[in-house]
């Protein structure tokens, strides 16, 4: 599926959406006004954020569905509002099978005119997005051509066509990592998840080095080995490096991404159930790919460097077991309590080879890590334990723009004690209290005091229902954010 941004007239398209303002329910067009009047008297639509509303109407030759659909009050308008009327109208278009469609952009003065379409564009691709390569029988998908502009405007321009580009570009981010979460754990593993990364960085502009399990022993990656080596497929370092601002190369932003292809939990073995959406344990490693392809399309001026350790976590003569004693590429040596702690072992040495390796002066990571932060937070709000106030107040910024939610929790020193280890420096797990907190301050103590950023994304990189803007499976969280982080430094 792609959409296609053809110049489509209120007149020439298949189905007309309308945004309308619940304190502003009229469009210049005299006959559409006619029958939103209709409507609205009939209470079948309001405006009210949600609502949606549908008709048809004749043209000179043909007909023409109109999808309403409400933004709510003009003082409560927010881009949200904006993505959630988007996602409801094209979903609804296009399950009628409607394929020419044009996206009239509502008239507000609460926002401006190229944040609106930005907006429309991402939202209207996410909300088309679906994941059915391996549906047989599902008949090919038909390609959208979409418009987003307003009657009666003849040419777009440049600053809109520009908003376009930008809102279209996010969301095909977004949708590789979707892509690399739902594809199964038979087709993604670490040597096709370091494939697609070179892919997406040869496409998009950012440079890829991909190291094997030769070199990850050289490094002494005991941790992250340690995780790998009970599965035969071998472990992969994959190494993202974009530099858009040369002048200034010693200042890099770091992000690196859990890249569990799969977690069976190991020797501690997780229960059927909760083993069944475990190909998505690498969903921060999608992230940062993602991001890292918008980024480096944008040519954004900024220099970020990312790294995934991606291996699975499995069964064997190989693996290791609950009880070892390992070390890491830091140093510090850890007693395993759980093998189904395994990300944290991964992250620690990746984050220990991007700060020593690569030289990066801040650390952002991101990691489907604990069931926990599902149960503090459920599926739409991702964890954030931080070492440095300024640096959360400025990932807050970005998402409360973008619409990823983010909830900080408490990183007091009291519970650095449920990590402490009466064998080795650290033990894996904490247990089962506050166990993301314990998770994040896990791999704070490899940060070596630089401004770090964890972000726990278990529960918002994947979902378990279809919604306004996407589907049942990968979320693509948090990749509107990093990008936004990023674009807000390249000012
Ligand atoms: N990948 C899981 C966390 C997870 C759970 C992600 C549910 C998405 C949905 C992680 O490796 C894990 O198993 N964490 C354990 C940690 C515990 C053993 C300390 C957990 O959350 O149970
Ligand atoms: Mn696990
Ligand atoms: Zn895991």
Known sequence: MSINYRNLTCSTADALVIYLLEDNLAVSNEELNKNIKFAEERELFKGKNGEIYRFTRALDNTIQTVVLVGLGKEENLTLDNVREATGKGVKKV???????????????????????????????????????????????????????????????????????????EVAKGIIIARNLVNEPSNVIYPETLAEEAIKVGKESGFEVEVHGVDKIKALKMEAFYNVAKGSSKEPKLIVMRYFGDKDNKDNVLGLVGKGLTYDSGGYSIKPTDSMLDMKSDMGGAASVIGAMSIIAKRGLKLNVIAVVA????????????????????????IEVVNTDAEGRLTLVDAVHYIITEEKVNEVIDLATLTGAALVALGETTTAVVTNNQNFFEELKSASEYTGDKMWQLPAFDDYKKLIKSDIADLKNSGGRFAGTITAGLFIEAFVQDKPWLHLDIAGTAWTSKNSDLGVKGGTGAPVHTLYELAKRRSK
Do not use: D
């Open 94 to 168: 296009k399950a009628l099978g409607l394929k020419n469609i044009f996206l009239r952009v509502p008239h507000t003065e609460k926002i401006n005119l190229e944040e609106l379409i930005k907006t429309m564009a991402t939202s209207a691709e996410l909300a088309s997005y679906t994941f059915n390569k391996y549906k047989t029988s599902e008949m090919e998908e038909k390609e959208l051509n979409i418009s987003i502009s307003r009657c009666g405007i003849k040419e777009a321009t440049k600053e809109i066509e520009e908003a376009i580009n930008e809102g279209v």
């Open 310 to 333: 991606a291996c699975e976590n499995l069964i064997s003569g190989e693996a290791y077991k609950p009880g070892e004693v390992i070390g890491t590429m830091a140093g510090k040596t």
